[in-house]
């Protein structure tokens, strides 16, 4: 069975790399692009659509505003961007937002940062995927209601390309992601060429008025119309996720990192600021409309236009508008873009496992995560990552619109502290520089950050303000939970180092005043002959051999066997009235360590391995109960004795005439 397993395992994966190839797998930027910046660049395709639907709420006239709020959330990706080039110069080690909390604000604010961000990451999977999944069913209408199997399938897929290395999955999405911005570009310089000559035609919902909702029917009046533009611009902030995953992942750059890291982002932030505002432009121009339930909010001839209508993304309604008379254009726009939107996931992929592992050399998570797999990624670190993102999506249905309440407020926290750190971070640093040129250096540095830290502290008190009651409080439990378990985390680790300290080596090195040996058997066949021979060669202080009377009959047949053999070890009976093995068993053993406390006792236990893996249905493990059982009791070293089975019985010739076909045996308890 494990050979079938690791066989399935290598044609999945590939072979394993050696850890001297590590540098083998370093990414150039060409390849670091798509592989960090795939989540930031796919925002553009859903942000424009949260801006847009959120303002819909006050009527039509209210989406004009619609560019103000982009240039908005433009602003503020410009300085996080700069606010992060930073980062990477100064803190090239890959802890990110963690690594500049921890060292700048204390343990308990990094590890605020770290459970933001680790929450984020899954969130951005299932976002990312869930918006994928509504772009390839809008493509295809037969996958309309199947979003969210596709998503847990899409999951799977980007899950397994991951564990097959970072830079084999950089490659395989790179030609999908400069596909999508060569699509994309094409499309809104097409669509600025037919804005000037005006020959621009018209979105297919541009015929509809849209209904405004209750409080804002009277359009952007008072404080409710302020919120709307507030949670407008909160929405569309959705732009500047991914941003931070750089910060993460500088150690997958090749060297200089720092400086390819901060060359990448100030590539992703050009690319995302000249798209947002672009397709947020030719939205306006070309009537776009984007609803919450469009048969009840789109109006036509000032009634809802009912039925099961359906409205398109804002790209796809783009696409449509400006490739009306070149159809392949149109599919390959929102082809590209439904496959940004899953490569998108692949930005978490790389940073999530990155983080855990940080986290787990400082023992706020399970170790496990610490070690790389065979093809040197983080492997349980993406397991983990995958498993979640599967639960939300199915959990949420793959609704993009539910699921986006829950985004952002992550990633804000985690800029906002990071920026407060690095403020933090200059300050301290001026204090010890005497360089008049470093000293100028760091000033210039520490204003951007303090800029960073006003703008985007405003944007969280703005997400938390508009987003609470729609869902951030679930993002926010879950973070507080994850917050929790990694206290417990680095308690119980904490707590394990100390118990397992060495005080007094001498002491620890003392031999046990007597070594009790016992031999579990139920018959004395090869392996129970084998493990009586090895409990022999130790020279216990004293050997015994110790079964269980479950059955009259073969605890006599035992008897009587131990016997004739010889076999120069006394035999205890254990009496089992109920038919149990392993209580008797331990009571037994319990017995005998409190008799002699100081003494130690050896439990032997002969275990057959079976030669095939479906034949391990057929015996009743009897040895694996044991040793969970007694792995429990202290003073008590449990050595088991395998014997492998080779299935040479499967080739023992049939019975002929003078054949004697033996009568088949009882079946007999097992150790």
């Known amino acids: 069975m494990t050979e079938y397993l690791d066989g399935i395992k290598r044609v999945l994966l590939g072979r394993p790399m050696r850890s001297d190839a590590l540098g083998n797998t370093l990414l150039p930027k060409r390849i670091a692009l798509p592989v960090f910046a795939s989540d930031a660049l796919s925002s553009v395709a ?9 303002l819909s709420f006050a009527g039509l006239a209210v989406t004009a505003l619609s560019p103000w709020v982009g240039l908005a959330v433009v602003v503020l990706l410009v300085v996080v961007v700069a606010s992060y080039r930073q980062t990477v110069k100064a803190y090239p080690s890959g802890g990110g937002d963690y690594e500049v909390a921890t060292k700048n604000l204390g343990g308990t604010a990094g590890l605020v940062v770290a459970s933001a961000l680790l929450v984020d990451y899954v969130l951005t999977v299932a976002v990312s995927i869930s918006s994928g999944a509504q772009y390839l069913s809008a493509t295809f209408p037969a996958l309309i209601g199947k979003e969210a199997l596709i998503g847990a399938s899409i999951i799977a897929i ?15 999405f790179a030609i999908p992601t400069y596909l999508y911005l060569i699509a994309v570009g094409a499309m809104i310089l097409t669509g600025f060429y037919q804005w000037a000559t005006g020959s ?6 541009a015929a509809y008025d849209v209904a405004a909702k209750g409080q804002y029917s009277a359009g952007l009046v008072g404080v409710a119309g302020f919120i709307l533009i507030l949670r407008a611009f909160s929405s569309g902030c959705a732009a500047l996720t991914g941003v931070e995953a750089i910060a993460n992942g500088v150690p ?3 060297k200089p990192k720092s400086k390819n890291a901060a060359t990448t982002l100030a590539l992703l932030g050009t690319i995302s600021a000249v798209m947002l505002m672009s397709i947020l432009f030719l939205a306006g121009r070309t009537g776009v409309r984007s609803v919450e339930n469009p048969a ?15 409205v398109d993304p804002v790209i796809g309604q783009l696409a449509a508008t400006i490739f009306a008379n070149a159809k392949p254009m149109f599919y390959l726009v929102t082809i590209v873009t439904g496959l940004i939107l899953v490569l998108a996931a ?6 999530f496992p990155q983080l855990a592992q940080v986290l787990a050399r400082d023992s706020f998570l399970p170790h496990q995560l610490y070690n790389r797999g065979d093809r040197l990624s983080y492997s349980n670190g993406i397991l983990v990552l995958a498993i979640g993102a599967i639960v939300l999506v199915l959990s949420f249905d793959a609704q993009v619109t539910r699921l986006i309440q829950l985004y952002i407020v992550g990633v804000f926290i985690a800029f906002t502290t990071s920026q407060l750190g690095m403020v933090v971070h200059w300050t301290r640093s ?6 008049a040129n470093e000293r100028r250096a760091m000033k210039r540095s520490r204003v951007v950050n303090v800029i960073g830290f006003l703008i985007s502290g405003s944007v969280l008190i703005i997400v938390m303000a508009t987003k609470f009651i729609h869902g951030a409080w679930m993002a926010l439990l879950l973070m507080a939970l994850v917050f929790v378990v990694m206290m417990g985390i680095r308690k119980h680790y904490r707590s394990a180092k100390k118990e397992l300290e060495v005080p007094d080596f001498q002491r620890a090195l003392a031999l046990p005043s007597r070594v009790h040996a016992i031999v579990l058997v139920s018959s004395l066949h090869q392996p129970a002959m084998r493990a009586i021979s090895y409990a022999r060669a130790t020279s216990p202080s004293t050997l015994e051999l110790v079964t269980v009377d479950i059955d009259a009959d073969g605890t006599r047949d035992l008897k009587q066997q131990w016997r004739q053999s010889g076999v120069p070890v006394p035999l205890t009976v254990l009496d089992s009235p109920f038919r149990d093995i392993t209580g008797p068993v331990v009571k037994y053993v319990r017995n005998l360590r409190k008799s002699s406390p100081r003494d130690l006792v050896v439990v032997y236990i002969p275990e057959y391995l079976v030669a095939h893996w479906w034949e391990a249905a057929l015996h009743n493990h009897s040895a694996t109960r044991l040793r969970v059982r007694l792995q429990f009791v202290p003073g008590v070293v449990m050595a088991t004795v395998p014997w492998q089975l080779t299935g040479a019985y499967d080739h023992v010739a049939k019975p002929g005439a003078n054949a004697k076909i033996k009568p088949p045996e009882q079946p007999k308890k097992e150790f």
């Open 296 to 310: 009840t909010d789109l109006l036509l001839h000032g009634k809802p236009v009912g039925g099961a209508i359906t």
């Open 252 to 254: 997958a750059f090749r």
């Open 46 to 54: 859903y942000a424009p659509d949260e801006i847009l639907l959120t």
């Open 430 to 435: 001026l204090g010890v520089s005497t360089d």
């Open 158 to 172: 980007l899950a397994l390309l991951n564990l097959r290395g970072m830079r084999e999955s950089g490659k395989a």
């Open 200 to 205: 621009l035609g018209q979105a297919p919902t």
């Open 346 to 351: 692949n930005t978490a992929f790389n940073g």
